[in-house]
Structures are given as C-alpha cells and as structure tokens.
C-alpha cells in the first residue's frame, strides 16, 4: 500500500499561483504513475492531471486547467507536484493526490488505488 501525504494548500488570489505537493511512500515512486483529483462540495470528485511513470514523460490534463496547471515529479524526492498558475474561484476544492501501479495513465478515478486524505484549496476572487 502507498501512503500519499499533500500539502501546499491555502488560501490564494485569483491569478496568482500556488503549487501542492504530494509524497510518497511505500513503494517504489517510480513505479507509480500519479494524478491529480478535486472535490468541490456537493460534486463528484473530478480528473484535474497525471503524469506517467516512470519518468513523467507523459502528462495529461482535465480542459478546464489545461495552459494553467502543470503536472511533475521529482523520483529522488518521490513527489509530485501540481503547480497552480492563474487560479480561478471555479478551482476552489480539495485536492487528492492519487497512485497506480498500472502502466496506463488514466483520468479514471477507479484506476488509482491509493489517495491521500486531501488539501483544501480557496480561490479568492
């Protein structure tokens, strides 16, 4: 089992930037392909980014964040990254980190078998 523990969450401005961070531990990171989720209240969890394993040299995006947000990894600090750039109120949520061991990057939520316990995010407007 992966243990995923995020951060960086917070209050920011719209059109200011913030990154959340997720580490892993567990197993071996690089054998992990990572995504990205959010909740908002009264919604379904929804896809917001993956990245592939090993390396990240794949990286997916929902449209709703595309050109805004940016999926990466750094395996010798077995994190990933999502870095928050012109953030809107719309992306007010709790962020999920998610881990599959599978070799397919998915936006399918049911494909990750590890999550961590969530960040909240506010957007300010």
């Known amino acids: 089992q992966v243990q995923l523990v995020e951060s960086g969450g917070g209050l920011v401005q719209a059109g200011g930037s913030l990154r959340l961070s997720c580490a892993a531990s567990?197993?071996?990171?690089?054998?992990?392909?990572m995504g990205w989720f959010r909740q908002a209240p009264g919604k379904e969890r929804e896809f917001v980014a993956a990245?592939?394993?090993?390396?990240?040299?794949?990286?997916y995006y929902a449209d709703s964040v595309k050109g805004r947000f940016t999926i990466s990894r750094d395996n010798a600090k077995n994190t990933v990254y999502l870095q928050m750039n012109g953030p809107k109120p719309e992306d007010t949520s709790v962020y999920y980190c998610?881990?599959?061991?599978?070799?397919?990057?998915?936006?399918?939520?049911?494909?990750?078998?590890?999550w961590g316990q969530g960040t909240q995010v506010t957007v300010s407007s």
């Open positions: 998610a881990a599959t061991t599978g070799w397919v990057v998915t936006i399918d939520l049911s494909s990750y078998d590890s």
């Open positions: 567990g197993r071996t990171f690089s054998n992990l392909a």
């Open positions: 990245i592939s394993r090993p390396r990240g040299g794949s990286t």
